[in-house]
């Protein structure tokens, strides 16, 4: 009935590697880009949000709808 003898300071050391192995594979996902990805990612959403900004349309207080006509009230 001899189990397996299991030296803890090796299974501690074992897992400590395997956590900061985890740690270090989020941190690669997170913050693994280059300068270049970056600065290409921010020039696509800059350019995205300039031509969204083109296509809105302007609207001064005279062209809103009307507030009670909306809500079904008479003056």
Known sequence: MAGD???L????KRHARA???K???QNRISFGRTKAERS???ALNEKATR???QGRLERGPS???DRN???GKED
């Open 5 to 7: 003898v299991v030296n």
């Open 9 to 12: 300071r090796q299974f501690r």
């Open 19 to 21: 956590e900061s192995e």
């Open 23 to 25: 740690q270090a594979e």
């Open 40 to 42: 290409l990612t921010k």
């Open 51 to 53: 031509s969204l900004d």
């Open 63 to 65: 062209s809103a709808p």
């Open 69 to 71: 006509a909306r809500e």
